[in-house]
């Protein structure tokens, strides 16, 4: 289990590096590129930096909640992984329930971090966490309910054979792209990221965090990015597993830099007036047809 963590956070390093260096190509300019050989130690030097911060407390924040939030970001994330999901290839026994009761309390450390640092910002973007998952959360449950249906199973390891026996995305590509939009909407990811819309929130729930706190909030997104990767890659390509991972995180980072933000209104009305009626039509359909 030790071995696994110490691997997860190696992937999350080389991840904010693929993500830096496909966003300045994007952007038109060379990204990393001093620390190491093409700036591959560039993770790690970031992390030493934050690490050695001094950690400083919030004069009207509530401390105990303000340092413990940060952990819950860090430990939920982690708790995805500790199932034993995905370890060499092989998948094992998770349940669907499972994975849909951790996305559920994902939304309790932005709650806490943006109350108990006392700021109109952070309270706003907790609040934004609140309102995003309350709608999504629905759509996604009716999502997962689909792939249950069609493998007849809850547990991803049934999923995970039967995808080797034929090649599930051609039938379900649809639903494929609303889970993958609606995995960005639950971590938080651009042009769904309005919990920490620089723009209108300068951080979000988390812009009083710095050093070791923001490094382990950071590190906790970029988790579950990889873990909704990894998800998405054993419902559709079971058979090319590590490769459908590896476009799937490419195709997150290349959206993060290529449309604007969403706002808020336009967010929930793409929930309310078109995920959760054409997601409960199709339910209705396959009800009828099986």
Do not use: H
């Amino acid at each position: 289990m030790t071995i696994l963590l110490i691997l997860v956070l190696i992937s999350v390093a080389f991840l904010t590096l693929l993500e830096r260096k496909l966003l300045g190509m994007i952007q038109l300019r060379k990204g990393p590129s001093k620390v190491g050989i093409y700036g591959i130690f560039q993770p790690f030097a970031d992390a030493m930096k934050l690490f050695s911060k001094n950690t400083d407390s919030l004069m009207k924040s509530k401390n105990l909640f303000f340092f413990l939030s940060p952990l819950l970001f860090r430990y939920l994330s982690l708790l995805f992984f500790m199932f034993k999901l995905f370890i060499f290839g092989e998948i094992y026994s998770m349940s669907m329930m499972m994975i849909l009761f951790l996305f559920s309390l994902s939304v309790y450390p932005s709650l806490m971090s943006g109350w108990s640092s006392n700021s109109k910002y952070s309270l706003i973007g907790g609040m934004r966490s609140i309102v995003q998952s309350l709608s999504y959360e629905i759509t996604l449950s009716l999502i997962m309910f689909y792939f249950c249906i069609l493998f007849s199973s809850v547990t991803i390891t049934k999923f995970y054979k039967l995808n080797k026996l034929f090649f599930s995305l051609s039938i379900t590509f649809v639903f494929f792209i609303l889970l993958l939009m609606n995995l960005l909407i639950e971590n938080s990811r651009s042009p769904f990221d309005l919990s920490e819309g620089e723009s209108e929130l300068v951080s979000g729930f988390n812009v009083e965090y710095g050093g070791l706190e923001f490094s382990l909030i950071f590190l906790g997104e970029n988790s579950m990015v990889v873990f909704s990767a990894l998800l998405l890659a054993s419902i559709s390509t079971s058979s090319f597993m590590s490769l459908s991972a590896l476009l799937i995180l490419l195709t997150i980072i290349v959206l993060r830099g290529s449309f604007p933000r969403f706002r808020i209104n336009e967010l929930l009305n793409l929930c309310w007036m078109i995920f959760i009626p054409f997601t409960l039509f199709c339910l209705i359909v396959m009800w009828v047809l099986i």
